[in-house]
């Protein structure tokens, strides 16, 4: 099975940084976003790897090469011109149509997830896709009170465990690129007329890691907490979903 990484963005939002290393190649706890994600992958099962590139493309080719000194076979989608996360995959076409689905991930989230989870859910039934779904983490503090109104406890920035969003992890069929923009994003366009159609599906992941890597404080706060996970990561098939 392949996996495709979305890795063509400019990463606005951590300029300067990105004004040299493209933003999957922005070092997080000493190493590249995109080396997490290729070494979840790999943990995996995962041995064939499609990076959709643009921006900065020669240096994300220069450090990968071929994936063979990681253990993996890569291959590029280039784009010319910016196409968006649904452009982005309907441009690696080409890549994957072979296959009877495969893995898709947004280039800047590092993540434990088990990603064969969702593979099992495409299996039961006849979806087109399948979305990793993750609980909300609160951009704020919470304060907890009693019925009387008295305060019992700070809770910093908690997981709210009544919302669910879209992870940026997802398995595909390839018929799913016939939904998808030849540029925009498929959150947009192409994942809401799979819903819309009963032809997508998700999986729900509970007490795994998750960090999307937005900007600096992201680098930051993601570099400590993985730190603290270096002696576990990565962690295999298991992580917990419903």
């Given at each position: 099975m392949k996996a495709v990484i979305l890795a063509g963005g400019f990463g606005k939002r951590l300029r300067p940084y990105t004004e040299r290393v493209p933003k999957v190649m922005i070092e997080v706890a000493g190493k590249p976003i995109l080396f997490w994600q290729l070494e979840?992958?790999?943990?995996?099962?995962?041995?064939?790897?499609?990076?959709?590139?643009?921006?900065?493309?020669?240096?994300?080719?220069?450090?990968?090469?071929?994936?063979?000194?990681?253990?993996?076979?890569?291959?590029?989608?280039?784009?010319?011109?910016?196409?968006?996360?649904?452009?982005?995959?309907?441009?690696?076409?080409?890549?994957?149509?072979?296959?009877?689905?495969?893995?898709?991930?947004?280039?800047?989230?590092?993540?434990?997830?088990?990603?064969?989870?969702?593979?099992?859910?495409?299996?039961?039934?006849?979806?087109?896709?399948?979305?990793?779904?993750?609980?909300?983490?609160?951009?704020?503090?919470?304060?907890?009170?009693?019925?009387?109104?008295?305060?019992?406890?700070?809770?910093?920035?908690?997981?709210?465990?009544?919302?669910?969003?879209?992870?940026?992890?997802?398995?595909?069929?390839?018929?799913?690129?016939?939904?998808?923009?030849?540029?925009g994003d498929v959150e947009r366009v192409g994942f809401p007329e799979l819903a819309r159609e009963g032809k997508l599906a998700a999986v729900k992941y509970e007490g795994v890691y998750w960090r999307a890597i937005d900007t600096y404080k992201d680098v930051e706060t993601a570099s400590r907490e993985l730190e603290a996970r270096r002696s576990s990561w990565p962690r295999r098939a298991g992580a917990g979903s419903s």
């Open positions: 979840w992958l790999k943990a995996h099962g995962v041995r064939e790897v499609v990076l959709c590139v643009g921006y900065l493309r020669e240096y994300i080719m220069e450090h990968v090469g071929d994936g063979s000194s990681l253990g993996l076979k890569v291959q590029y989608a280039v784009e010319e011109k910016p196409l968006g996360t649904g452009g982005g995959l309907k441009n690696a076409r080409d890549l994957v149509e072979s296959e009877e689905f495969f893995l898709a991930m947004n280039g800047d989230v590092i993540t434990d997830l088990d990603p064969l989870k969702l593979v099992e859910k495409e299996r039961e039934n006849p979806y087109l896709g399948v979305l990793a779904l993750v609980q909300l983490p609160s951009p704020y503090g919470v304060v907890i009170t009693d019925s009387s109104g008295r305060v019992r406890e700070f809770v910093e920035k908690p997981l709210l465990p009544d919302y669910w969003i879209n992870a940026g992890v997802y398995c595909l069929r390839p018929e799913a690129l016939d939904y998808l923009p030849d540029r």
